[in-house]
């Protein structure tokens, strides 16, 4: 069974910046490509990022120049480094696991991300 546990969400300014964290575990060969998605309150989820296992990498165009999502393959870990930050980037940020190309097949827990002043 594959395990998705974020961390690294927090207050931060507008035009700021954080990192999230995705730590992988449990059955990682069937895991093809990674994502983040976010939510906010009374809003849609929707996927920000994605990167495969060759290294290829999709954005949101609300996120392009501003966000980079990154592996660490030795640590199992997923990355999403997010600078100029907007306050319309509130959400909780969610890792995911794609074992096909359509859709997630493994969720994490979310983290809360606010940018306010």
């Known amino acids: 069974q594959v395990q998705l546990v974020e961390s690294g969400g927090g207050l931060v300014q507008p035009g700021g910046s954080l990192r999230l964290s995705c730590a992988v575990s449990?059955?990682?060969?069937?895991?093809?490509?990674m994502g983040w998605y976010r939510q906010a309150p009374g809003k849609q989820r929707e996927l920000v990022a994605t990167?495969?296992?060759?290294?290829?990498?999709n954005y949101a165009d609300s996120v392009k120049g501003r966000f980079t999502i990154s592996r660490d393959n030795a640590k199992n870990t997923v990355h999403l480094q997010m600078n100029s930050l907007k306050p319309e980037d509130t959400a909780v940020y969610y890792c995911?696991?794609?074992?096909?190309?359509?859709?997630?097949?493994?969720w994490g827990q979310g983290t809360q991300v606010t940018v306010s002043s």
């Open positions: 449990g059955s990682i060969f069937s895991i093809n490509a």
């Open positions: 995911a696991g794609f074992r096909t190309w359509t859709s997630p097949d493994y």
């Open positions: 990167i495969t296992n060759h290294g290829s990498t």
